[in-house]
T-cell receptor
Framework: SAVISQKPSRDICQRGTSLTIQCQVDSQVTMMFWYRQQPGQSLTLIAT?????????ESGFVIDKFPISRPNLTFSTLTVSNMSPEDSSIYLCSVGRGNYEQYFGPGTRLTVT | AQSVTQPDIHITVSEGASLELRCNYS??????LFWYVQSPGQGLQLLLK??????LVQGIKGFEAEFKRSQSSFNLRKPSVHWSDAAEYFC???????????FGTGTRLQVFP
């Protein structure tokens, strides 16, 4: 498994601003993932962030809106840019441990007003 | 393409009663299957996983799941539910030729005393 922390745990932001979410892992991992979970919904994968390569975005998500950094094997950030109320969600990072096994951080609850 | 179906959106049980949460998947070969639990305000916690071998797998918190190829199912069970089991439960399958997970829509479990 892995111990994963996220900062901030929650935030309330104004429309048009940006928020950067940090994900820290207690061990080195190659694969990291960023998800969005809209209220009452399941998880939607935003992008895969493997260290040493550019993030790979899923359909419907673009780098200009959700830029991701992966500077080393224990850390990643996701920025939600030019926010609108529709971006209000829980944002989760996870790490891959092989054979599709993933471990999740506690999530960042974002409210955009 | 693979998919996961959780037919029950919401289940209510009494504390001490048995529980079965349904999960059906579509996949040609032997899938990698997972159950996660998300308590209110928390991230996802891995309950159990199936890759191969014994079709009855034991997980944490007294949960078990049985892989039934003939029914394309991977139902989660617990013989006696505790009030602390109230949460959202997600079934997931590994997406072929990727490192990604495909999640079901989730089942919300409510436990009455």
């Amino acid at each position: 498994s892995a111990v994963i922390s996220q900062k901030p745990s929650r935030d309330i932001c104004q429309r048009g601003t940006s928020l950067t979410i940090q994900c820290q892992v207690d061990s080195q991992v190659t694969m990291m993932f960023w998800y969005r979970q809209q209220p009452g919904q399941s998880l939607t994968l935003i992008a895969t962030a493997n260290q040493g390569s550019e993030a790979t975005y899923e359909s419907g998500f673009v780098i200009d809106k959700f830029p991701i950094s992966r500077p080393n094997l224990t850390f990643s950030t996701l920025t939600v840019s030019n926010m609108s109320p529709e971006d209000s969600s829980i944002y989760l990072c996870s790490v891959g441990r092989g054979n599709y096994e993933q471990y999740f951080g506690p999530g960042t609850r974002l409210t955009v007003t | 393409a693979q998919s996961v179906t959780q037919p029950d959106i919401h289940i209510t049980v009494s504390e001490g009663a048995s529980l079965e949460l349904r999960c059906n998947y579509s996949y040609g070969a032997t899938p990698y299957l997972f159950w996660y639990v998300q308590s209110p305000g928390q991230g996802l916690q891995l309950l159990l996983k199936y890759f191969s071998g014994d079709t009855l797998v034991q997980g944490i918190k007294g949960f078990e799941a049985e892989f039934k190829r003939s029914q394309s199912s991977f139902n989660l069970r617990k013989p006696s539910v505790h009030w602390s089991d109230a949460a959202e439960y997600f079934c997931a399958v590994g997406a072929d030729n990727t490192d990604k997970l495909i999640f079901g829509t989730g089942t919300r479990l409510q436990v009455f005393p």
